[in-house]
């Protein structure tokens, strides 16, 4: 009887040190599941980087102000060639089109895999010569992605200037054109922004030491 005890003794000790793969896999598959859900939550949680300027744009006393009528071509190539040479290959791969609305495409990492996007922004001039451009729709791949996610990808993944706010909740960006500045001090507000007419004006404002 107490070999028998003994023997039993042995198999149920035998058997708690077995391992059961299929435990091991479910619980496995269960803690990625609760760590998807929670980059998940923290992805989708709204990002606002940098703050509006709502200052009026203050012109120097002896400050040249002209003002300026371009298109959306010239917008286009100007804007572009910016963000390719001037911001430290921050923006590379991205590209910005002005034609019935603004378009900024790119490539951003969505669940750690590289896609394509492209979001549509429409413009408007504030009343202190900024400009904002705010969320209307966006492609992304297959996806079915909305806006603000997609804002609060490019601003974790992008370095934008300080001149530059996004508020992902609120789905628009703000150019804080009143903040901006070339290196001989010309700085740049909006007038007016017509799309349709392909009409776009703005005032270059020159101090007067930049062409002495």
Known sequence: ?????????????????????????F??????????????????????????NKEPFE??????????????????????????????GEFEGFSFDLEDSAELSGEIEVFGFPIEFS?????????????QLRGESLNIGSLNLPISFAMAQISRQVDFPEWIAIDSEDQFIIVNLNEFSLDNGTQFSLERINLQENDIRLNIHLPLDAVR
């Open 1 to 25: 009887m107490a070999e028998q005890r003994s023997k039993n003794n042995k198999k149920s000790e035998k058997e708690k040190r077995e391992v059961n793969p299929w435990k091991w896999a």
């Open 27 to 52: 619980l496995i598959v269960i803690g990625l599941f609760i760590g998807l859900l929670i980059w998940l939550f923290v992805q989708l949680q709204p990002v606002k980087v940098g703050e509006e």
């Open 59 to 88: 012109t120097a006393e002896d400050d040249l102000v002209f003002e300026v009528s371009t298109t959306k071509e010239d917008v286009t190539r100007l804007t572009n060639k910016y963000l390719n040479q001037e911001l430290d």
């Open 119 to 131: 979001l549509f922004m429409t413009p408007y001039v504030l009343e202190n010569g900024n400009l």
